[in-house]
């Protein structure tokens, strides 16, 4: 009859209605939950190193192969893109916020792509990273090359002209900074990645490693008495160039190595001719999920200036369950859209059946 086609009219309106309510309230729920608060809650769960009360010391962040991505790609959509940065920059100012650290140490591949980039890209990633990475002025920035940064690993050889943009922006390949009596010495690492160098480039950046190490005993010895921290791009059990990993210690003798590259955590313990530890080496991870790992994050340190050590690992969230559940909703979302068409146009051919 015509009222019962109207009550089943009227029913199917409501349904529909009420789906398409519970599909926006549940989609925005979870971009709440998934987009703020989930960053919330894993920033609440951080365990800060311990500062000394008696001996001045210094506050460092550490990041690790935070592959920004900006706009270079040539194969990927922009949004896949755009979350990973976003979701760096998410954790990164939470870190930045409630530590509130002395330095920004960043140990290498601070871009995707930036070896291969145009200059065009170049000044792209330049701004890309000055939104994401963006840090208050009274902090220090320590920036030490990767290999993709400035090229070394494997077919993909260093370019005079990428290492020289790479220096006008974030400085010398090789340095020593010196914060608060606590001497910082960077070294261009990615240079011996292969066994020889590949290319005349590459040469010439292990000859001024070199250069630089062998000054570098000297200019050691008129630093404010203090720890010595050594800061590579690549573990230097990775350097596959025949005894560059000891030649830096050796030059260096530094308290304490951080390094990157490997993408997950580790600490390895340097060994002297006698078999004991001598040198601990803390291998930071990754800040990106993009690289694979099931968990990014940050490395935080209080220095002291007596030489000890404080360090703890910040995590991010787990980035992949949480676009999984995306992709899950918008399944969900998407069948409903469908049903609620479908049951629309059975609702339009009844009323043309009736008349």
Known sequence: TDVHRAIMRHRWARGAIRNLLACAVSGLALVLVGEVLLYDAYSFTWEWPQRSTVQPSLKVLFLSDPHIQCSFSTYEPWLFRW?????????????????????????????????????????DYLKCNDEVLDMPEDMSLIVVPGDNDIGGEGVDGMNEEVNRRYIAEFGPLNAIIVLRN??????NTPSFINPAPQGVTEAAARLEVKSFLRDAAQNLTNQPPGPVVLLSHVPLADLAAPGAGKLIVDAVQPSYLFSGHTHHPTVHCHHSNEGGCTLQEITVPTSSYRMGEAH????????????????????????????????????????????????????????????
């Open 182 to 187: 606590v001497t910082f010495i960077k070294v």
């Open 296 to 355: 990014a994050g940050l490395g935080a340190a209080v220095i002291s200036e007596n030489g000890h050590l404080s360090y703890e690992v910040l995590w991010f969230p787990p980035r992949f369950p949480v676009l999984f559940c995306y992709l899950l909703w918008t399944i969900v979302a998407a069948v409903t859209m469908v049903t609620c068409v479908c049951c629309r146009c059975v609702v339009l051919c009844s009323r043309t059946n009736t008349n």
């Open 83 to 123: 979350d990973a940065d976003r979701y760096l920059r998410q954790s990164y100012w939470r870190a930045i916020r409630q530590m509130n650290p002395d330095a920004v140490v960043i140990l290498g591949d601070l871009f995707a792509e930036g070896f291969k980039a145009s200059s065009v890209e170049w000044a």
